[in-house]
T-cell receptor, first 116, second 115 residues
């Protein structure tokens, strides 16, 4: 079974609109972290936001927020006021306490295209 | 602000050749990782290290070796290159406080083709 599932291969949004990128996860570990990374066409991996499993409030970082629904095991990324520079691949990832080296397990990604 | 530095950025190898991908970080992170990313996919863990002198296998270690003699450096060695090792390789590091706060910072990647 996949640990991280991103069901949207591609998403399209217009500038200044908000967009939600979906992510569901599967773990039996009570302690874990959830992360979102952005990969622009240039190829680097850019950390955006993280949420700890014990955090009570949803994480926010500027225009990014993480909609964490623990019971549903979902960790959706919300980007408000989209910009052309947001066009990229977005990866959801998880780190588990019992995972080797607490390494990240990645989903397959969602390609976001922002148009003017 | 160097962060995580990977060299080279691009490389073409012939089948059977060997090479070392270099990775260095200047953030005094204890954990370091090597991932590979195949086209259209997420990253998969090759090897990781929790400190100097300590390394262990990840999900896809076959055909690779690593060493960690210092906190800063974590080279990845390909001994006998095969076409299946054509991929983009990322090195990452973190100061792990546990799974919940293990924010990993990535290098720019090495694009490797084996022909």
């Amino acid at each position: 079974a996949q640990k991280i599932t991103q069901t949207q291969p591609g998403m399209f949004v217009q500038e200044k609109e908000a967009v939600t990128l979906d992510c569901t996860y599967d773990t039996s570990d009570p302690s874990y972290g959830l992360f979102w990374y952005k990969q622009p066409s240039s190829g680097e991996m850019i950390f955006l936001i993280y949420q700890g499993s014990y955090d009570q409030q949803n994480a926010t970082e500027g225009r990014y927020s993480l909609n964490f629904q623990k019971a549903r095991k979902s960790a959706n990324l919300v980007i408000s006021a989209s910009q052309l520079g947001d066009s990229a691949m977005y990866f959801c990832a998880m780190s588990e306490a019992n995972q080797a080296g607490t390494a990240l397990i990645f989903g397959k990604g969602t390609t976001l295209s922002v148009s003017s | 602000n160097a962060g995580v530095t990977q060299t080279p950025k691009f490389r073409i190898l012939k089948i059977g050749q060997s090479m070392t991908l270099q990775c260095a970080q200047d953030m005094n992170h204890n954990y370091m990782y090597w991932y590979r990313q195949d086209p259209g996919m997420g990253l998969k863990l090759i090897y990781y290290s929790v400190g100097a002198g300590i390394t262990d296998k990840g999900e896809v270690p076959n055909g690779y070796n690593v060493s960690r003699s210092t906190t800063e450096d974590f080279p990845l060695r390909l001994e006998l290159a095969a076409p299946s090792q054509t991929s983009v390789y990322f090195c990452a590091s973190s100061y792990s406080w546990g799974a919940e706060i293990n924010i990993q910072y990535f290098g720019a990647g090495t694009r490797l083709s084996v022909l």
